[in-house]
């Protein structure tokens, strides 16, 4: 890490073409993937995709390390380091819409109360929700 960098990493992108994983650490550290495929940027400050014209990618969920798919039952939070409970106590949950590929601010899109809200990633952090099912 850069000296005067904050560690805040962004999301992990997959590169379907070789399959690396890059992540951006903080603001202004770009990485290709190893096939020069894809590339990320930005940390949690923002993310910034650069690809070449085909490539196919995926995102990847920064909490958890696993694919949020569309439809996924998920809790929001508020990602503020100074205050522990609230960071801890979810306050919304929704359907999962996106998670920033489509969105120009890389913010989530969840359905909460049937409207779609667009939840900032640098100040919401979303989790799957695991749903039980009883077995007969």
């Given at each position: 890490?850069?000296l005067?960098?904050?560690n805040?990493?962004?999301?992990r992108?997959?590169c379907?073409?070789?399959?690396?994983?890059v992540q951006?650490?903080?603001?202004h550290?770009?990485?290709?993937?190893?096939?020069?495929?894809i590339?990320v940027?930005?940390?949690?400050d923002?993310?910034?995709m650069?690809?070449k014209p085909?490539?196919?990618?995926?995102v990847?969920?920064?909490?958890?390390?696993?694919?949020?798919k569309?439809?996924?039952?998920?809790?929001l939070?508020?990602?503020?380091?100074q205050?522990?409970?609230?960071?801890?106590?979810?306050?919304?949950?929704g359907?999962?819409?996106?998670g920033?590929?489509?969105?120009a601010d890389?913010?989530w899109?969840?359905?909460?109360?049937?409207?779609?809200?667009s939840y900032?990633k640098q100040?919401?952090?979303?989790k799957?929700l695991?749903?039980?099912t009883?077995?007969?």
């Open positions: 890490m850069k005067g960098h904050t805040n990493p962004g999301p992108v997959k379907l073409k070789c399959l690396d994983i951006s650490l903080y603001r550290d770009f990485k290709w993937c190893a096939c020069q495929s590339a940027d930005g940390g949690r923002y993310l910034k650069s690809y085909g490539a196919e990618y995926e990847l969920d920064d909490e958890t390390g696993s694919d949020l569309v439809g996924d039952l998920v809790e939070f508020v990602d503020d380091p205050d522990g409970e609230l960071a801890t106590t979810p306050l919304h949950t359907i999962f819409i996106d920033g590929r489509n969105a890389g913010a899109l969840i359905l909460v109360d049937g409207k779609i809200g900032f100040w919401w952090s979303c799957k695991e749903v039980l009883k077995k007969e």
